[in-house]
Nanobody, 120 residues
Framework: QVQVVESGGGLVQPGGSLRLSCAASGRFFSIRAMDWYRQAPGKERELVAG???????NYAGSVKDRFTISRDNAKNTVSLQMGSLKPEDTAVYYC??????????????WGRGTQVTVSS
């Protein structure tokens, strides 16, 4: 059982910056990957950025070079530094955690989401 809690959302002006954080707690063997998804009104949830335990990252094309994902394996946290924010970045952002067991079994957990609004 794993609990996932996001923080850091809010209202930001276009061109501004915001940092989202996510913490995982509970009982698990290890965290294989930590990801940020977002869902705007009327749209499907989409992957924004992800990072593996080894530090490999991937980004959606729309945020590449503007957002940076990072993780602290010792603290079981992941952050998303967002810069040059645009109105189209407005969405609920969700933290996704994929844990692995000792033999490689995978489980997925989601946070409740945090609202990011980019508007003047």
């Amino acid at each position: 059982q794993v609990q996932v809690v996001e923080s850091g959302g809010g209202l930001v002006q276009p061109g501004g910056s915001l940092r989202l954080s996510c913490a995982a707690s509970g009982r698990f063997f290890s965290i294989r990957a930590m990801d940020w998804y977002r869902q705007a009104p009327g749209k499907e949830r989409e992957l924004v950025a992800g990072i593996t335990s080894g530090g490999r990252t991937n980004y959606a094309g729309s945020v590449k070079d503007r957002f940076t994902i990072s993780r602290d394996n010792a603290k079981n946290t992941v952050s998303l530094q967002m810069g040059s924010l645009k109105p189209e970045d407005t969405a609920v952002y969700y933290c996704h955690i994929q844990t692995s067991g000792a033999l490689g079994g995978l489980r997925d957990y989601w946070g409740r989401g945090t609202q990011v609004t980019v508007s003047s």
